[in-house]
């Protein structure tokens, strides 16, 4: 295998000096000037290479190997470099195989035992996904409140405490709603004025959804701005979880 890079690289290396120069007055005489060589140089092993400084020289190689084709288009030009790109061809195929025999020695590295790319799959994988969210949103309000801090004069806010109404009543969590605006939302009649809760809290960004633990009176975002019921369960599941990656 090392021969063959070698001879690929001399192939390529050869192309560029085996063509005349753009500018034929540049002198290039040095070429055919006779070079002091020591013998010993001559005759000593050429250094092994490790496999990234191989990889970097025939990427330069192929490079100069395009170049070369293109400013000097012959076909023997041509050739070098096809050679070079089916090279590179045959090893990404070489590579690609090889990973498809390795996850059956190493299935624990096959990313699809776990999160299947498959489209058949969607459906058992959303199921799945639901039933973590519901299992999250049970625990974490189980001693936890939702604070709801709108605007009502705000469509948006509006919208989204239609959202939360129907994702506490559905899931069971105590809501306790506050306009910051001093308008109450008709769907949420039983909101209460901002006396200083978000100022306390350091919120600043409406509408806002907050976690409370009345116990000890710690609290903490569950979302920002509006948002839909299916993401609101993504996003307990990842308070739940501590923003765990899911992929």
Not at 12 to 35: C, F, I, K, M, R
Request: glycine share 6%; charged share 20%; net charge negative.
């Amino acid at each position: 295998m090392r021969h063959a890079l070698c001879l690929l690289i001399l192939l390529a290396a050869t192309a560029q000096a085996n063509q005349p120069a753009l500018n034929d007055s540049v002198g290039w005489h040095w070429y055919n000037e006779p070079q002091d060589e020591d013998e010993s140089e001559l005759t000593a092993p050429a250094p092994v290479m490790t496999p990234s400084e191989q990889k970097a020289q025939l990427q330069q190689a192929t490079k100069a190997a395009l170049d070369t084709a293109i400013l000097y288009p012959t076909p023997q030009n041509f050739k070098r470099y096809m050679t070079l790109q089916n090279f590179w061809t045959g090893k990404a195929g070489e590579f690609s195989q090889s990973a498809k025999q390795a996850m059956l020695m190493y299935p624990e590295l096959d990313y699809n035992l776990k999160f299947s790319h498959y489209n058949g799959t969607v459906p058992a994988q959303l199921q799945a996904d639901q039933v973590k969210a519901k299992d999250a949103i049970a625990a974490l309000t189980a001693d936890h409140g939702l604070f709801f801090f709108y605007r009502g004069k705000e469509p948006r806010d509006s919208l989204l405490a239609s959202v939360v109404k129907d994702f506490c009543a559905g899931n069971g969590i105590s809501l306790i709603a506050i306009s910051v605006d001093g308008a109450i939302s008709p769907t949420l009649p039983q909101s209460r004025t901002d006396t200083g809760q978000a100022q306390k809290m350091g919120i600043r960004y409406f509408p806002a959804l907050f976690l409370v633990n009345p116990r000890d009176e710690s609290y903490q975002p569950v979302a920002y701005g509006f948002i839909t019921p299916d993401d609101l369960s993504k996003q307990f599941l990842n308070v739940a979880t501590g923003f765990k990656p899911n992929f």
